[in-house]
Structure formats: structure tokens, C-alpha cells
């Protein structure tokens, strides 16, 4: 559905919804909704980005098809938020990334492969590169670690830039004022813990009317394995610059132990919400962003099973490619993070703090 048809095919069942309000405890979107008479562009996005996708509104709806008020608030926010990711995606120029982002991604992962493959073997006698090395500092003897950090450093620094510039973008749009500290804290609490994906307390429902907590488990396998992954690189790091401790650690080191136990939630939770995904009702699927779904869980999944094939094979002649490939793998993930999937987590977040925020204000807003 093309942008302008989507805001106004979710005005218009906003305002059905408005009217009707049977949904009001189900999620935060209708308490949102309920605050408002006119729905602007900036107010729609912002309601589409605080769904979770639950679906229960849906199937407890009087009015969704065959009904002819065809009422569907998880579809019509599925689009429009997938469309808000293009509207306020930065720089403009990039824009384009996110239409066509699973072939992007899959192009990305390809080159950057190839890219580094070509570069270890370039760089070095071919027999040098199939021999293994074990001892601290190995895989700087085939990456330099300066080098290492300069590449990675630089693109996922722009990764940092435009996903603030997006959020930004879309946090004006909303209308959002000064934070506080207590919103932010209320809003990290709601997404850490999927409060809004359990359909006021009975769990999300994906082939059916029939509620359950996969999603939310998946989702939640894939977000704090992605987190203890992130710490392990953060570890390595302060470990590298500030002990002069290099890798390849023993496996009882933190950074290992990080690194091992995010890997595998990392592998666990996105093929957990690919089936998902697959059995899922097709009426709360918007099949438009099925490719960018899916290239970022892919790519997660990818990044997962060849950075624990390089820790068990690390002492082996297939190390160096291995750490090619992997690192062929995060780099192309990391260019792609602000034009994919990726981003829906901090516009849910902003979504959220907005809800703590206008929860305070005692006026029924008429414009925003
Ligand atoms: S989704 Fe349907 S039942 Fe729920 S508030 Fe909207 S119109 Fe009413
Ligand atoms: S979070 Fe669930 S109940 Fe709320 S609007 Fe979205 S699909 Fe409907």
C-alpha cells in the first residue's frame, strides 16, 4: 500500500477504534489512540511503532473482515511501520536501501566475504594463511589489529549516526518534548521485558486464535544472545587496550564465555522466529518487509554459527579462513544495521518513552 493510502487507511480504523474502544486493555496502542481525536502522519507512526504485533486485537475484533468495517490494526501498523523505517531513514539518499533490503543484505554479505577472503590471502603467503596459530595474538597475525579496528570502528560509528538521525527524525515527528530519566527507565523496563507482545497477559498469537509465549521467548533468546555478544566484544576490547591481554582467550575467559552463550541464543531465537514467521496467520503479516525480516535473521544467524565454528576450529588449519568469513559476515551486518530490521528496536523504544511521557499529561490531545 503505497505511504499516503496507509495513513489513511489506519486513520481510518483508528477512528473506528476510537469509537469503539472494546481493545482499550489490551496493549498501550488504544490507551495512545484514546488520547487523541485527529491523527496526524507523525501520531500514526508513532502508534504503529508502540504495536508489538501481538495480534489479539485482531482476533477479538467484531469488526474485522468479513466484516465490512474490515478492521486489522496489526496489518495496517505492520505496513505503515515498516514505511516509517523509509520516511525517516538518514541520509535520504539511502532510502532505497531499505526497499529492496534482502537483496542489499544478501549482496553485502557476498562481497564482504569475498572482500576479506581476498584480503587475508593477498596480504599473505597462501601457506602462511592454512597454517594454524593459536598463540595469543593469532588472529592479528593475520589481520592487523589496527586495521581490524579502523574498519569496523568507522562503519559501525556511521551505523551509530544514522540510526540516532532516524529516530531523531521520527521522535519530532511524534511530537515528543524533553525526556526524563523516569521515562526512560519505564520504557527500557517495557521493552526489556515484551510487555506489550502478550496480549494483556495471554501471549502473542501467531497460526491462530490460540495465544502463546513463543515469540516472546524467541525474541528474547535473539535480544540478549545479540546483548551478551555485545558485551563479549566490549570485554575483548578493554581486555586488548587496557591489559595488553590479546585474543584468541582460553575458554573460561568471560569474553568466551560471553561470546559462546550469546552465539548460541543468536542461533536458537532467529530460526525460532523464522518458523514463526512461516506458520504465521497471513492476515497479520505485511509480506512487503517478509525479505527484510527475514535477510536480518538470516544474517544474525550467520554471524552466530560462524563465529562459534571459528572458536571450536580456532586451533586448526581453517582458522584464518574461518576468521575471514566471520569477519566478512560483521562487517556486512554492520553496514546494513540502520537500513534494517535492526531499527525497529529503537523506534519502539522512542515509541515507548513517548507513551510514558504523554501518559503524565492530563488533556486529551486534538492534533498529535
Ligand atoms: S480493533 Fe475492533 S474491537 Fe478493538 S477497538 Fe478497534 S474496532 Fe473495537
Ligand atoms: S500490540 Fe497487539 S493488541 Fe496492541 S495494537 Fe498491536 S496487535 Fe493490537
Not at 566484544?233 to 564465555?257: D, S
Request: glycine share 8%; net charge neutral.
Amino acid at each position: 500500500m503505497p505511504v499516503a493510502s496507509a495513513h489513511l487507511e489506519a486513520n481510518r480504523q483508528m477512528t473506528i477504534c476510537n469509537a469503539c474502544r472494546y481493545c482499550e486493555g489490551l496493549c498501550a496502542v488504544f490507551p495512545a489512540m484514546e488520547r487523541r481525536r485527529v491523527f496526524t502522519e507523525g501520531s500514526l507512526d508513532y502508534l504503529a511503532n508502540l504495536c508489538h504485533n501481538c495480534g489479539a486485537c485482531y482476533y477479538a475484533c467484531q469488526y474485522a473482515p468479513p466484516h465490512e468495517f474490515a478492521i486489522n490494526v496489526p496489518k495496517i501498523f505492520a505496513e505503515l511501520r515498516a514505511e516509517s523505517y523509509v520516511r525517516y531513514t538518514w541520509p535520504r539518499l539511502l532510502t532505497p536501501l531499505f526497499q529492496r533490503n534482502g537483496l542489499v543484505v544478501a549482496l553485502a554479505a557476498a562481497v564482504a566475504v569475498a572482500f576479506f577472503v581476498y584480503g587475508f590471502i593477498a596480504n599473505r603467503d597462501v601457506s602462511v594463511v592454512f597454517i594454524p596459530q593459536t598463540a595469543p595474538g593469532a588472529f592479528y597475525r593475520v589481520m592487523p589489529h589496527a586495521i581490524m579496528v579502523e574498519l569496523f570502528g568507522s562503519v559501525f560509528l556511521f551505523a551509530i549516526i544514522a540510526i540516532t538521525m532516524s529516530v531523531r527524525a521520527f521522535w519530532r515527528a511524534t511530537g515528543g518534548g524533553p525526556v526524563i530519566v523516569a521515562d526512560v527507565v519505564e520504557a527500557g523496563h517495557d521493552a526489556a521485558t515484551l510487555r506489550y507482545l502478550d496480549g494483556s497477559g495471554n501471549g502473542c498469537m501467531n497460526e491462530d486464535e490460540q495465544p502463546n509465549d513463543h515469540r516472546r521467548v524467541y525474541h528474547h533468546l535473539t535480544f540478549y544472545g545479540f546483548l551478551s555478544c555485545f558485551a563479549s566484544t566490549a570485554l575483548a576490547t578493554l581486555l586488548h587496550n587496557g591489559l595488553g591481554w590479546e585474543a584468541p582467550y582460553p575458554w573460561y575467559n568471560p569474553v568466551v564465555l560471553f561470546g559462546a552463550l550469546g552465539g548460541v541464543g543468536l542461533i536458537i531465537g532467529p530460526i525460532g522466529l523464522l518458523c514463526e514467521k512461516a506458520t504465521r496467520d497471513p492476515a497479520l503479516v505485511n509480506e512487503g518487509a517478509r525479505g527484510m525480516e527475514v535477510g536480518f535473521l538470516v544474517m544474525l544467524c550467520l554471524t552466530s554459527v560462524t563465529g562459534l565454528l571459528l572458536l571450536v576450529l580456532r586451533a586448526t588449519s581453517i582458522m584464518n579462513l574461518l576468521l575471514a568469513v566471520h569477519l566478512g559476515v560483521v562487517f556486512a551486518l554492520f553496514l546494513t544495521l540502520p537500513y534494517s530490521k535492526f531499527v525497529h528496536g529503537f523506534y519502539r523504544y522512542a515509541a515507548l518513552v513517548r507513551f510514558a511521557q504523554e501518559k503524565k499529561a492530563p488533556a486529551i490531545k486534538t492534533t498529535d
